[in-house]
């Protein structure tokens, strides 16, 4: 080989063994980094943790247990005639029983209440067709 061959590999020799420190250099470095964001990420929810967990402790606190659900309660309610003032219209289907301008609505057939102790235009849930 001829003498500027052996500069040029020398060169490239040199050049590579540089890259080569280089690149370990780097990989030292990254590794250091992620080192040490893994640990100061572990501090921080390490820390988060413990505060979640507080939050939660307090929040429990503030709570009672919910209570079983009663389901003997009806599911929809209807308003109930006073069997001391209608006594006709209890159980009928047809009674109204709201209180529209300060006036109680009976029913649609006899909005002031039937005057008597029986209806003829009571309906019960049988009654239906």
Same mark, same amino acid.
């Given at each position: ?9 020398? /060169?490239?020799?040199?050049? %590579? #063994?540089? *890259?080569?420190?280089?690149?370990? +250099? &780097? !990989? @030292?470095?990254?590794? $250091? /980094?992620?080192?040490?964001? %893994? #640990?100061? *990420?572990?501090?921080?929810?390490? +820390? &988060? !943790? @413990?505060?979640?967990? $507080? ?7 503030? *709570? ?66």
């Amino acid at each position: 080989m001829e003498e500027w061959q052996n500069e040029i590999a020398a /060169v490239l020799k040199d050049v %590579t #063994e540089l *890259f080569d420190g280089f690149g370990r +250099e &780097l !990989t @030292e470095l990254v590794e $250091e /980094v992620a080192t040490g964001a %893994t #640990e100061i *990420f572990n501090l921080q929810w390490d +820390e &988060l !943790t @413990e505060v979640l967990a $507080e939050i939660w402790q307090e929040l429990e606190s503030d *709570f009672e247990a919910p209570t079983p659900f009663n389901w003997d309660i009806p599911l929809s309610t209807y308003p109930t005639p006073d069997p001391a003032i209608n006594p006709a219209c209890v159980g009928c289907l047809n009674y109204n029983g709201s209180v529209y301008g300060g006036n109680l609505l009976v029913c649609g057939m006899h909005p002031y209440g039937c005057n008597s102790d029986t209806c003829t235009d009571w309906e019960g849930e049988n009654d239906l067709n």
